[in-house]
C-alpha cells in the first residue's frame, strides 16, 4: 500500500480547496479570513508564518509581509495570489472582503485581540465562526506519501540508538542523540519534545527527558517523531535495559495485547469513542483500569495532535478511510514504572495499517 515519493501535488491542492469552498458555501459564508498556519500550508503550500489566506468563490490570497514575499512566491499553488501588506495585516483583509457581508474566520486560531482587530477592520460586516478542525482529517495520496517518509526515518533512527544504550547514560543524552539522528536522516525538527522516562518515571506519561541515568532493571519509555516536510510522525516503545524480570513481562504483555486489539478492531463506520472502549475494557478486566489515563489516541498529520479524537469524547466523528491516528494504550504505575506501546496507523477498507516499522515484542537492552 505504500506510494511513490515525489508528486507534484497539484490536483490534490485543488481537490483540498474544493472541499474548503464546498464547506465555505455549507456555512452559508462569503468568504474566509484564515489564520491557523498549517490550514494556510494545507490549502495554499506556504510553509511561513504570520500570515492570513484570504478565500471567497472566486480568489485565494496569501496576505503576507515583505519577509515572506519571495518565499511564497515560490511555494503556493497557481491557484493563489501573493499579497504583501505594508499598513495593518487586518485592514489588507478586510480591503479584500469589502465586497461581501458574511465573513468566515477560524476562531479557534484567533487571539482575543485578533478577533476584536479584524472585527474593528471589517466594521460593520457580519463575522461568523467556521470550524475547521475537521477539514483535514482524511489524508490524500500526497500527505501519506509524506507521513511514510517522516515514519521511516524514525524508524531508522531508533534502530541506530537501540545499541548504544548503556547504564549510566541520562534520559537526555538518549533524547539528543535520537534528535540528532532523525534530523541527520532528513527530519526537519523532532514532532514533539522527545519524552524518555526510565525506571519510576516511566510511569509518567508525558516524562520529557530528565538527568536521570539509566539503570539496569529500568523500563525505558521512548515516545518521539520526527517531521519531513510539514508532516509527523509518532510512536512509541518501551524496552527493558537488562534481563526482563515477570513484573515487566506481565505488564508489557498486557499492554501488548490490548494494542493488537486497537490495531485489529479499528474499522470504518465505527467512532473514535467505540475503538477507545474495545482497550479500556480489555486493560480493566486485566485489573488495571485505574493504570491506564488517557485516551487511545489523536489525529496525525501537519500536526501532532488533530482530528480524529481516538478516546471518550471522540463521539463526534464516524471513522473514515483516509484517516491517520494513533493506537497508544498505556499501563501506569506511580512509584514503580509504567509501559506504552504506540503506532500511528491509516485507515483503510480493510482496517488498520501500520505506519511505524519497529517491532513491539519486548525488547531487553543487554
Known amino acids: 500500500w505504500y506510494y511513490c515519493l515525489g508528486k507534484t501535488g497539484g490536483v490534490e491542492m485543488m481537490q483540498r480547496l474544493g472541499r474548503f469552498l464546498s464547506l465555505m458555501a455549507k456555512n452559508g459564508l462569503d468568504c474566509v479570513i484564515v489564520k491557523d498556519i498549517p490550514t494556510i500550508r494545507y490549502l495554499s503550500g506556504f510553509r511561513g508564518d504570520s500570515s492570513l489566506l484570504y478565500v471567497d468563490a472566486k480568489s485565494t490570497v496569501l496576505i503576507t509581509d515583505g519577509r515572506y514575499t519571495t518565499q511564497a512566491e515560490g511555494e503556493v499553488q497557481h491557484y493563489c495570489r501573493v499579497f504583501t501588506y505594508t499598513g495593518d495585516i487586518w485592514q489588507a483583509a478586510a480591503d479584500f472582503a469589502k465586497a461581501h457581508t458574511k465573513i468566515g474566520f477560524d476562531g479557534a486560531a484567533y487571539s482575543y485581540n485578533d478577533y476584536q482587530s479584524l472585527k474593528e477592520a471589517v466594521s460593520g460586516k457580519e463575522l461568523l465562526n467556521i470550524d475547521l478542525k475537521y477539514l483535514r482529517m482524511v489524508k490524500d495520496e500526497r500527505e501519506l506519501n509524506l507521513m511514510w517518509k517522516a515514519f521511516k526515518i524514525a524508524d531508522q533512527a531508533f534502530l541506530k540508538l537501540l545499541p548504544e544504550i548503556k547504564p549510566g547514560m541520562t534520559e537526555k543524552a ?41 539503570e539496569i532493571g529500568d523500563f525505558i519509555t521512548f515516545d518521539f517523531g520526527a517531521v519531513y516536510d510539514g508532516y509527523h510522525s509518532d510512536m512509541t516503545r518501551t524496552v527493558v535495559l537488562g534481563m526482563a524480570n515477570s513484573w515487566h513481562k506481565e505488564i508489557y504483555t498486557i499492554v501488548e495485547e490490548a494494542q493488537w486489539r486497537g490495531l485489529k478492531s479499528a ?100
Open 174 to 214: 538518549l533524547a539528543a542523540r535520537l534528535e540528532y539522528y532523525m534530523s541527520s536522516m532528513g527530519s526537519e525538527k523532532p514532532s514533539f519534545d522527545t519524552i524518555i522516562a526510565s525506571g519510576a518515571r516511566s510511569a509518567l506519561p508525558h516524562g520529557m527527558a530528565s538527568d536521570k541515568q539509566i
Open 267 to 366: 474499522k470504518p463506520g465505527m467512532t473514535g469513542a467505540e475503538l477507545d472502549a474495545i482497550v479500556r475494557e480489555y486493560i480493566t478486566s486485566r485489573g488495571y483500569g485505574e493504570n491506564y489515563v488517557h485516551g487511545l489516541g489523536h489525529g496525525v498529520g501537519l500536526e501532532i495532535h488533530e482530528m480524529p479524537n481516538i478516546n471518550k469524547r471522540g463521539t463526534d466523528v464516524v471513522l473514515e478511510p483516509g484517516m491517520t491516528f494513533s493506537i497508544e494504550p498505556g499501563i501506569y504505575i506511580p512509584g514503580k514504572g509504567g509501559v506504552r506501546i504506540e503506532d500511528t496507523v491509516v485507515l483503510t477498507d480493510d482496517g488498520a495499517k501500520v505506519l511505524c516499522g519497529v517491532k513491539k515484542q519486548l525488547m531487553e537492552i543487554v
